[in-house]
């Protein structure tokens, strides 16, 4: 079974950026949809961003126009890019190709001053 393994997250000043990666461990070029979802602690998981094997995306209105979603099917990699963040960011983001029921262990991303 393919394993989903997220990197890229730290701690970041408000305003600035971050880039995750999802390494799959076999090809994700079968897989149609794949997404990024972030959950804090008290408040259930929520779909930040996904994307369709033919480059269709859609956002959560909380980051549209600041996170942009891709994929990269020949290096079975899924990016998050994230720009202008804010403190309400924060969490544990998780890379995810739902409908296979795959998840990753999750990166957490901390905006603070």
């Known amino acids: 079974q393919v394993q989903l393994v997220e990197s890229g997250g730290g701690l970041v000043q408000p305003g600035g950026s971050l880039r995750l990666s999802c390494a799959a461990s076999?090809?994700?070029?079968?897989?149609?949809?794949m997404g990024w979802f972030r959950q804090v602690p008290g408040n259930e998981r929520e779909r930040v961003a996904r994307i369709t094997n033919f480059g269709g995306t859609d956002y959560a209105d909380s980051v549209k126009g600041r996170f942009t979603i891709s994929r990269d099917n020949a290096r079975n990699t899924i990016y998050l890019q994230m720009n202008g963040l804010k403190p309400e960011d924060t969490g544990v983001y998780y890379c995810?190709?739902?409908?296979?029921?795959?998840w990753g262990q999750g990166t957490q991303v901390t905006v603070s001053p």
């Open positions: 995810s190709a739902p409908i296979f029921g795959l």
């Open positions: 076999g090809s994700i070029s079968s897989i149609n949809v």
